[in-house]
């Protein structure tokens, strides 16, 4: 007899009690968490490798069976799954229980890894030592706290997209950025690095060195790649490193621009970056936390902004401590590098307000004062500043700072301790520079956006409840309009449970991709022409 569950209702069922697989679903992903919290005690395992190996697959197989059962007698297709009825996912006690125990293993991992048996000169201890064997195999070197926290990363991405893939199974646009994810985040982000820091010394490298380089990072997220000791490590490592410096300088002025041309910023947010794979698989149960409110909106812009502004402020006076002032020595010195920065900005900023002002609308007054603002620092940075020093700031230690709050407290701590009380891309949506930059680029040129079929919208609110960034997809929907939003990343999940196929992600022509006017006949294209040219 089938088990299928052929309910059609919208709303879901309360969820029902764990089934015994599940049980020993949960048994088994905690006797692998269980091993790992041993070893954070100092309990000390005769063979780490093998121990790691049945850790790290306990915690696999667990997440996988589990999801398997949460699924198997559910019928392809949308799937609300009582997300508000489980305390876990409807900021309740476990919610919170989670975000505290995240954002408190955040703060241990970025400041305190001694606390995890990080030893400078001698051999690791605790949990960073139950990860040496696999380190060591890798790249040659004992592990770090990054290098647990990478394994763990790629463990978590693997784990929770197989979940994903089942969950979204009939959706083929979810298989594939899911897979895609997955893919970039085993290979570019942890294996390829790892075998990248192998070379290094190697006789293919001419006894040189390789910088560790995660591939798919591009400024602004990787804050110090244009660093001194990057600069030096790059160059000192022949044509392979000089390559990779180039490659990171033409990611930000030319593939990142063309690709979001032709795909929007979904190319990146939802088809290769980390922070978003995450977000997407191990980050799902939460996605219907995000603030929807206009308060929340206007927030958004305020501090996404301000991020834009703050990084490239830092960025440009952490390239701008290491340059020379000697003309008949440096082709690039401190001045002209400051008024390239400017002149590059003031033409970015005189296209957006000549051409763009309308689609821009009030983030147009945003964008004036955050180019204003950068004017006046890098004049400001010229006059205020001297050897060694940004303004009244040691150079070492502005960089420190730009690190701690950015790299550390918004897309650590803050970004994914947060998931089970402001939603999986809080960080996306609040904080990441990359996010920002790529939506300004997404508003501006890109051909991608979301058609609607305002005709067909039966205004269940599927779409706005599932979307991660706080969009109210409905309002849109039910007036016909198209979809393009700055900080829209193109997860498709808007699509992905709208019952009656009202959402569609298109690439196409730049005419007509933003119509502000009020539709409630559908979307016949014809008509909607005559329409709003009366």
Not at 35 to 42: D, E, K, S, W
Not at 208 to 232: A, H, Q, T, V
Request: charged fraction near 15%.
């Amino acid at each position: 007899m089938s088990t299928v569950d052929k309910s059609m209702a919208l709303t879901g069922q309360p969820p029902a009690s764990l089934s015994l697989p599940q049980k020993l679903a949960v048994v088994l992903g905690m006797s692998g968490l269980g091993i790992m919290l041993l070893a954070a005690f100092n309990i000390n395992f005769p063979q780490q490798g093998l121990w790691l190996s049945v850790s790290l697959l306990a915690l696999f197989v667990g997440i996988t069976l589990f999801s398997w059962e949460a699924y198997k007698d559910k019928q392809p297709g949308i799937k609300n799954d009582g997300v508000w009825f489980k305390s876990v996912s409807s900021r309740g006690l476990w919610g919170w229980v989670a975000g505290i125990a995240l954002t408190g293993f955040y703060i241990v991992l970025y400041f305190y890894p001694q606390y995890l048996g990080l030893v400078n000169d001698g051999d690791n201890k605790g949990v960073i030592a139950l990860f040496d064997p696999l380190s060591k195999a890798l790249s040659g070197n004992p592990a770090s706290q990054w290098f647990v926290y990478g394994t763990l990363y790629t463990v978590a991405i693997l784990a929770f997209g197989i979940k994903f893939l089942w969950k979204y199974r009939h959706n083929r646009y979810e298989r594939l950025r899911t897979a895609s994810v997955m893919f970039f985040q085993t290979a570019f982000a942890f294996i390829i690095p790892e075998l990248m820091a192998r070379l290094n010394g190697s006789s293919v490298l001419n006894g040189g060195s390789l910088p560790y380089y995660d591939l798919k990072n591009i400024w602004p997220l990787n804050y110090y790649n244009f660093e001194s000791y990057r600069i030096k490590g790059f160059l000192s490592s022949g044509e392979i490193g000089f390559a990779l410096l180039i490659f990171g300088i033409a990611s930000i002025f030319v593939i990142t621009p063309i690709l979001t041309y032709k795909y929007g910023k979904r190319w990146y947010c939802s088809w290769v970056c980390g922070c978003g794979g995450l977000a997407e698989t191990a980050g799902d149960a939460f996605r219907q936390l995000s603030d929807k409110s206009t308060f929340a909106w206007k927030v958004e812009r305020w501090v996404i902004h301000s991020v834009v502004v703050f990084v490239t402020l830092m960025t440009t006076a952490v390239i701008y401590s290491y340059l020379g002032t000697d003309t008949s020595k440096y082709w690039l010195t401190k001045s002209s590098f400051l008024i390239g920065v400017g002149v590059f900005l003031t033409l970015v900023f005189g296209w957006a307000m000549l051409f763009k002002r309308e689609q821009l609308q009030k983030d147009a007054q945003y964008g004036a004062i955050g180019y204003f603002v950068i004017i006046l620092a890098l004049i400001g940075m010229h006059f205020f500043s001297g050897e060694g020093n940004v303004f009244l700031f040691k150079s070492e230690s502005l960089r420190k700072t730009y690190s701690f709050l950015i790299g550390s407290i918004f897309s650590g701590v803050i970004g994914t301790g947060f998931y089970p009380i402001f939603g999986n891309r809080v960080w996306c949506r609040f904080g990441c520079p990359m996010a920002a930059i790529l939506g300004f680029q997404q508003r501006m040129f890109s051909k991608f956006r979301i058609t609607t079929n305002g005709g067909q919208c039966i205004s269940c609110g599927n779409c706005s409840t599932y979307c991660e960034m706080g969009i109210d997809v409905r309002a849109y929907a039910q007036k016909g309009e198209n979809i393009v939003r700055s900080s829209c990343v193109g997860c498709g999940i808007c699509s992905a449970v709208c019952p009656r196929g009202v959402l569609k992600l298109e690439n196409g022509p730049l005419e007509g991709r933003i119509d502000s006017n009020q539709v409630l006949l559908g979307n016949d294209v014809d008509l909607m022409q005559l329409v709003n040219k009366k």
